[in-house]
Nanobody, 124 residues
Framework: QVQLVESGGGLAQAGGSLRLSCAAS????????MGWFRQAPGKDREFVAA????????SYTDSVKGRFTISRDNSKNTVSLQMNSLKPEDTAVYYC?????????????????WGQGTQVTVSS
């Protein structure tokens, strides 16, 4: 079974940066797309970014385009989310997710494995 472990969350000031990482426990990581989702208090979980199996395609929600960058290293079974120009509205628990499909999908139903989440807090 695939296990995903996120790291890198924490507290940042508005305009600052954080880098999230997600490590997968099995080589099945390389078989599917990877995604990042987030959930703010009182809100539904929402799509943030995704990267295809081959890393040839990425997808972002409009609110993070130009600020966040998703990347993956299939040799290390890791996916990262570089977050720049952070805003208070980026505050949320961020989840890493693994899909059995190769395409970078914004649909949470495409992802069968989820990490436990890491808290990101951005102060104004």
């Amino acid at each position: 079974q695939v296990q995903l472990v996120e790291s890198g969350g924490g507290l940042a000031q508005a305009g600052g940066s954080l880098r999230l990482s997600c490590a997968a426990s099995e080589r099945t990581f390389s078989n599917g797309a990877m995604g990042w989702f987030r959930q703010a208090p009182g809100k539904d979980r929402e799509f943030v970014a995704a990267i295809s199996r081959s890393a040839s395609t990425t997808s972002y929600t409009d609110s993070v385009k130009g600020r966040f960058t998703i990347s993956r290293d299939n040799s290390k079974n890791t996916v990262s989310l570089q977050m720049n120009s952070l805003k208070p509205e980026d505050t949320a628990v961020y989840y890493c997710a693994s899909s059995i499909y190769g395409r970078a999908s914004p649909n949470s139903a495409a992802y069968g494995y989820w990490g436990q989440g890491t808290q990101v807090t951005v102060s104004s």
